[in-house]
């Protein structure tokens, strides 16, 4: 995604409405400014209006004086996606993980268990850990220059409105707008193996080291969580991270487990 191309649009559109105000531009200015939007990320998700009954301030002017149509609420969609690439994304942690709160609470899976790990600052430093591992891979990195070579205006992301659409693009690998950006995402990534800048084999390496760090950390954060980080050799992470009959008894076991030793402390 051209970072710089997304922003200078968004500007010129709003230059050409509003001809009057003054604008200041700066890209990483620009993009900091955007990321302050991250912790309301369901609302410019949803497209709420309430979004703007806060100054939103951007390129020097405040968003929420002007008249918000389907072109302010696209770029802002747009910018904050870009902005999200721009710099050093190994620093964007924090912005990430609020951002993910924000957009899983607000799917309606506010009280499951992946919602507790996310709200529970115990779980931030192994969070931490797993994204750091996640962008040192040459996989990662590989997958982020690319990312950088896609326009995401001609991907109809626009279409997709709430948390259940984009859960739903997801989990189905036919949905059209997933179809056509990985699509785009295989092709280039085929270009870049032709070149020699990374291996299949090498790939595969990663994926599956990716992997096992996920278990790993993903177990010790639930076992932490059901009070039993001192017995994973009893409650691996593989059963701590399923949703298998058997893992979920073992969890309601481990629950209890826990229940009974702090009425017991």
């Given at each position: 995604?051209?970072?710089?191309?997304?922003?200078e649009?968004?500007?010129?559109?709003?230059?050409?409405?509003?001809?009057?105000?003054?604008?200041?531009?700066?890209?990483?200015?620009?993009?900091?400014?955007?990321?302050?939007?991250?912790?309301?990320?369901?609302?410019?998700l949803?497209?709420?209006?309430a979004?703007?009954?806060?100054?939103r301030?951007?390129?020097?002017?405040?968003?929420?004086?002007?008249?918000?149509?389907?072109?302010?609420w696209?770029?802002?969609?747009?910018?904050?996606?870009?902005?999200?690439?721009?710099?050093?994304?190994?620093t964007?942690?924090?912005t990430?993980?609020?951002?993910?709160?924000?957009?899983?609470?607000?799917s309606?899976h506010e009280?499951?268990?992946?919602?507790?790990?996310?709200?529970?600052?115990?779980?931030?430093d192994?969070?931490?850990?797993?994204?750091?591992?996640?962008?040192?891979?040459?996989?990662?990195?590989?997958?982020?220059?690319?990312?950088?070579q896609?326009?995401?205006?001609?991907?109809?992301?626009g279409?997709?409105e709430?948390?259940?659409?984009?859960?739903?693009?997801?989990?189905?690998?036919e949905?059209?707008?997933?179809?056509?950006?990985?699509?785009?995402?295989?092709?280039?990534?085929?270009?870049?193996?032709?070149?020699?800048?990374?291996?299949q084999s090498?790939m595969?390496e990663e994926?599956?080291a990716?992997?096992?760090?996920?278990?790993?950390l993903?177990?010790n954060?639930?076992?932490e969580?059901l009070?039993?980080?001192g017995?994973?050799?009893?409650?691996?992470?593989a059963?701590?991270t399923?949703?298998?009959?058997?893992?979920?008894?073992?969890r309601?076991?481990?629950?209890?487990?826990?229940?009974?030793?702090?009425?017991?402390?």
């Amino acid at each position: 995604m051209d970072t710089a191309s997304v922003f200078e649009v968004f500007l010129a559109d709003l230059k050409s409405k509003y001809p009057d105000l003054s604008y200041t531009y700066d890209l990483d200015t620009a993009a900091k400014d955007v990321e302050s939007f991250y912790p309301a990320a369901l609302q410019i998700l949803q497209k709420d209006k309430a979004f703007f009954d806060v100054e939103r301030r951007v390129f020097g002017i405040n968003l929420s004086e002007l008249t918000i149509d389907d072109d302010i609420w696209k770029h802002v969609q747009f910018a904050a996606i870009a902005s999200f690439f721009h710099g050093d994304i190994k620093t964007k942690f924090g912005t990430i993980l609020q951002t993910a709160k924000s957009v899983w609470s607000g799917s309606g899976h506010e009280n499951d268990e992946i919602a507790r790990i996310l709200n529970d600052d115990a779980s931030e430093d192994h969070l931490q850990s797993l994204y750091t591992f996640i962008m040192e891979t040459r996989t990662v990195k590989i997958v982020m220059e690319i990312m950088e070579q896609i326009d995401l205006t001609k991907m109809d992301i626009g279409n997709i409105e709430t948390p259940e659409q984009l859960m739903d693009m997801i989990r189905n690998p036919e949905h059209p707008v997933l179809k056509k950006f990985i699509t785009k995402v295989r092709g280039l990534l085929e270009e870049k193996m032709k070149r020699g800048s990374i291996t299949q084999s090498k790939m595969m390496e990663e994926v599956e080291a990716i992997k096992a760090k996920i278990q790993s950390l993903f177990g010790n954060i639930m076992g932490e969580a059901l009070g039993v980080a001192g017995r994973r050799a009893d409650v691996p992470a593989a059963i701590l991270t399923s949703n298998s009959p058997e893992a979920r008894r073992q969890r309601m076991i481990a629950r209890l487990q826990r229940k009974r030793n702090e009425k017991n402390a």
